[in-house]
């Protein structure tokens, strides 16, 4: 079985991930799609450079993606079915990524999680 990139969608539907990756240049937006690609072919053998696991959350992975002098971050976590759920995604500025950055990418999982478990 292949593993799946899936994409958190919140209450009304939105997916923060997708409108963030439209709003981007088409040339950023495509490099990182191929990154998804390579998340669906390789699944969790996927390393280095591309993902890497972040620290203090055992759940959360950031999906790396560099275009030019632009260094994206997609935070996913792995779910049941072989699907990667992407949560949220941001242009990293600083060394450090920001703790709201990873808080957001969290609530989303969690939030996730607690609907699936009242349907």
Same mark, same amino acid.
């Given at each position: 079985?292949?593993?799946?990139?899936?994409?958190?969608?919140?209450?009304?539907?939105?997916?923060?991930?997708? =409108? @963030?990756?439209?709003? #981007?240049?088409?040339? *950023?937006?495509?490099? $990182?799609?191929?990154?998804?690609? /390579?998340? %669906? =072919? @390789?699944?969790?053998? #996927?390393?280095?450079? *591309?993902?890497?696991? $972040?620290?203090?959350?055992?759940? /959360?992975? %950031?999906?790396?993606?560099?275009?030019?002098?632009?260094?994206?971050?997609?935070?996913?976590?792995?779910?049941?079915?072989?699907?990667?759920?992407?949560?949220?995604?941001?242009?990293?500025?600083?060394?450090?990524?920001?703790?709201?950055?990873?808080?957001?990418?969290?609530?989303?999982?969690?939030?996730?999680?607690?609907?699936?478990?009242?349907?």
């Amino acid at each position: 079985m292949s593993w799946k990139v899936v994409f958190y969608e919140d209450e009304q539907g939105h997916s923060p991930v997708w =409108e @963030f990756i439209f709003s #981007l240049p088409k040339k *950023h937006q495509a490099k $990182i799609v191929r990154a998804f690609d /390579l998340l %669906e =072919e @390789f699944g969790v053998a #996927l390393g280095m450079p *591309h993902v890497r696991n $972040i620290k203090g959350h055992r759940k /959360l992975w %950031e999906l790396r993606v560099q275009v030019a002098k632009s260094a994206y971050r997609v935070f996913y976590f792995t779910h049941t079915g072989q699907r990667f759920v992407m949560l949220h995604a941001f242009l990293k500025k600083t060394t450090k990524t920001p703790r709201q950055e990873i808080e957001t990418a969290k609530r989303r999982m969690e939030e996730l999680l607690e609907r699936e478990a009242h349907r």
